[in-house]
């Protein structure tokens, strides 16, 4: 039997309803429908110029074998642009295995643009490590902020993006906090009576069970941790306890539990990404996570 032709190029809308099929079958978690939801937001989205707006597809002998979406972004580093690519829903029929390595090297070929993969199960981490990503998130520190700063942040006030702070803001900020709102996140300024801060989280579910807010943006962990109470109250009052907070060990002056070798993150490219800030990928457009289970490796 001769070797299948196989060959990769950019999703197009034309795609839509075989990758959706493609991609239920390779999650069964998540339906059809959710597939087609996820590239129809990827339709609303404008990526930097040059990079794709939803992904690659591995055809063989024109049957569609594989597909990763890509959700692709330009932020802020040191006061210059950064382009970012993170790679999301990896996944490449069985039958196609031995060519998973070729799809994936495809993929990440331009050495200018930091590539993330932020939700990879433990059983792929080696794997990825191998084609020379590496881990900038070792864990996730689960934070109880609610009674910090109970009585020194009466001049703090924390509201959704969608009011406008009556202090002085950034407007890359507010314009930030009103996107992540679009996608189902809960964006808030929080304000100070000199200056109104933004951070975005989106609901989660530790073990489908115990709700909490992932920590999705912040200008900075130290915001974060400054505000922590009265925005944990806030969140607690909406049934949001605790928050998760992507981490490499205990996050000072916070109470919690720095929970280790879990829900890491990976780049490969010339700019590190910084924890606090998972703007623009799948967690907050989608609510797709990497694994709070412990890896086991051998």
Not at 78 to 84: E, G, Q
Not at 124 to 139: A, D, H, L, M
Not at 173 to 180: A, P, S, V
Not at 279 to 289: F, I
Request: aromatic share 12%; charged share 20%.
């Amino acid at each position: 039997m001769p070797a299948a032709r196989l060959s990769s190029r950019q999703i197009t809308e034309a795609d839509f309803s075989s990758i959706a099929t493609l991609l239920s079958r390779g999650f069964p978690k998540r339906k059809r429908k959710f597939w087609l939801a996820a590239l129809e937001q990827l339709r609303s989205r404008s990526p930097p110029a040059g990079l794709p707006r939803y992904g690659y597809v591995l055809e063989a002998d024109d049957l569609k074998v594989g597909v990763v979406l890509v959700v692709c972004s330009t932020s802020q580093l040191n006061d210059r642009a950064s382009t970012r690519c993170n790679l999301s829903s990896w996944y490449v029929e069985p039958k196609y295995h031995s060519y998973a390595a070729m799809f994936r090297s495809l993929v990440i070929a331009d050495d200018n643009i930091t590539y993330l993969n932020i939700s990879a199960r433990p059983n792929i981490w080696p794997i990825i490590e191998t084609q020379g990503f590496s881990r900038y998130s070792n864990g996730v520190f689960i934070a109880t902020p609610t009674l910090r700063g109970l009585l020194s942040s009466a001049k703090v006030k924390v509201f959704y993006a969608s009011q406008h702070p009556k202090v002085d803001f950034d407007l890359s900020d507010q314009g930030l906090l009103l996107e992540h709102a679009r996608y189902g996140c809960i964006s808030l300024w929080c304000a100070t009576p000199d200056f109104a801060y933004p951070f975005v989280f989106r609901r989660r579910l530790i073990k489908g069970l115990i709700p909490c807010a992932q920590m999705i943006y912040c200008r900075d962990v130290a915001e974060y941790v400054r505000f922590a109470g009265p925005i944990g109250r806030f969140l607690a009052m909406r049934c949001m306890p605790l928050v998760l907070i992507d981490a490499n060990g205990p996050v000072p002056q916070l109470v919690g539990k720095f929970f280790g070798d879990r829900d890491q993150k990976y780049f490969k490219g010339p700019d590190r990404p910084r924890l606090g800030d998972i703007a623009y990928n799948e967690a907050a457009l989608w609510g797709v996570y990497g694994s709070l289970r412990k890896a086991h490796r051998h």
